[in-house]
């Protein structure tokens, strides 16, 4: 049997399980750390307490394993193992071990726990090779990941980014694996599907011209995001292109969320005192913007479908950037700035003008404008992101399923 461990059930990682055991090759449990997002909870980037409104738990088999009393639930990294995995290990009589990361300490736990009783360790984690390493960290972050990767027996690699992080720390051809990040696209291609006709109410209820080229930012209005990029860009597109109508849609909420507002001309807002509609009028020359609140999964859908494209302009700490997969799966074109993880497998091989360099805001504004005037065709943002499907991950994991029981019946006819 395989084991996967994960911090808590997570929006992203649900389909893939319910994948997993809905293709039946493969037998196998989650084991839970902790029951965050299962309840409403507070989110420290949304800044604001939710659950989320899909079904995490059914249609695969998981558990939930002790873990130590004092943790912090927006510290996951402080997770510990409550008890020894190693009796659980013999007892579900489990030949692999799949992780999701290093970040927590019950992974670290685990990983030496699972050596010492013979289990092999696969690993899908998020690192790539992009984000700047200062000089003095890197002998120490070596040493440390080196020690760990070497315990490690297989690597599920979520992207080329990725890819090139664990061969830079000495993974072999032979040990890598594609599982590519991805969402579930059948369910955001039907939402889009199941709403595309009332397209034109929602925007009226956003308050988005229908006449404007509608540029979305969905995610948590985080400094690690750079949202106010895209607020300089489309100011500088007005400047210069001052015939192009151009309307910001931000679906989410965080502590960026008050610099935002100030920063454009608000059109629609969720704030909950009432909606605030033109309060920045004597500042015309802001952006046009609707302001949507957070939107969960089975909503967001809305905010995809009233767009003509989603810019995503985070920083190196944007490991990949879901919210694109999401975006393209919903037939909406995307462009990303080349810190985030994803940029190499989603964007560039659709148009590499789409990539900008990050906190270039004239950059941006240009991808903007060659997008309204040369729109990308909705077959060619479906027959791509369908390469990055749940499909490639159930085929790595049931072929390295039936590699360990190879292996196995050949140390055991040994």
């Known amino acids: 049997m395989l084991a996967i461990l994960s911090t808590h059930p997570i929006q992203y990682q649900v389909p893939l399980w319910q994948a997993l055991a809905k293709d039946g090759n493969v037998p196998f449990e989650v084991w839970y750390l902790s029951d965050h997002a ?6 420290s980037g949304f800044k604001q307490t939710f659950a989320w409104d899909l079904d995490m738990l059914s249609g695969y088999p998981s558990r939930f394993l002790k873990t130590n009393d004092n943790h912090d639930v927006s ?14 290990l013999r007892e579900r009589k489990v030949t692999g071990l799949w992780i999701q990361g290093w970040q927590v300490a019950a992974y670290w736990q685990a990983v030496w ?17 992009l984000a700047p390493v200062p000089r003095w960290k890197k002998p120490i972050k070596q040493l440390a990941l080196g020690r760990f990767f ?56 956003w308050r988005i011209p229908e006449e404007s080229f509608c540029v979305l930012f969905a995610g948590k209005f985080i400094a690690k995001k750079r949202p106010l990029d895209i607020v300089d860009a489309v100011a500088k597109l007005r ?40 309060r920045n009028l004597i500042t015309c020359t802001r952006p046009d913007a609707s302001f949507t609140g957070f939107l969960n999964q089975t909503q967001i859908s809305k905010a995809y479908v009233a767009a003509d494209c989603l810019v995503l302009p ?16 919903s037939g909406l074109p ?45 077959a060619l943002l479906t027959s ?30 040994a």
């Open 38 to 43: 299962t309840r409403p909870s507070f989110d």
């Open 75 to 88: 510290r996951f990294s402080q997770l510990r193992l409550g008890e020894p995995l190693g009796n659980l």
């Open 113 to 129: 726990q699972a050596n010492n009783t013979g289990v092999p360790v696969w690993l899908r984690g998020e690192s790539n090779d």
């Open 150 to 205: 070497g315990k490690i027996s297989e690597f599920l690699y979520i992207g080329t980014a990725n890819r090139r992080f664990y061969t830079g720390f000495g993974a072999r051809d032979e040990q890598l694996h594609p599982a590519y990040y991805c969402v579930d696209n059948e369910r955001f291609r039907n939402q889009a599907e199941a709403i595309q006709l009332q397209r034109s109410a929602i925007r009226r209820t």
């Open 239 to 278: 400047q210069i292109h001052p015939d192009k109508k151009v309307h910001l849609l931000f679906a989410g909420s965080g502590e960026l969320g008050n610099a935002l507002r100030d920063s454009c001309t608000v059109a629609f807002d969720d704030v909950p005192n009432g909606i605030s509609v033109n």
């Open 314 to 329: 985070s920083d190196h700490r944007e490991t990949w950037g879901l919210v694109v997969n999401e975006a393209m799966a």
């Open 334 to 378: 995307c462009i990303v700035s080349d810190a985030c993880g994803c940029a190499e497998d989603l964007i560039d091989p659709i148009r590499p003008s789409l990539r900008f360099s990050k906190g270039d805001s004239t950059q941006l504004a240009q991808a903007i404008h060659e997008l309204i005037s040369r729109p990308i065709p909705t």
């Open 384 to 413: 791509h992101i369908n390469k990055f499907d749940l499909a490639t991950s159930v085929a790595t994991v049931r072929e390295l399923c039936h590699k360990t029981q190879r292996t196995a019946g050949v140390i055991a006819a």
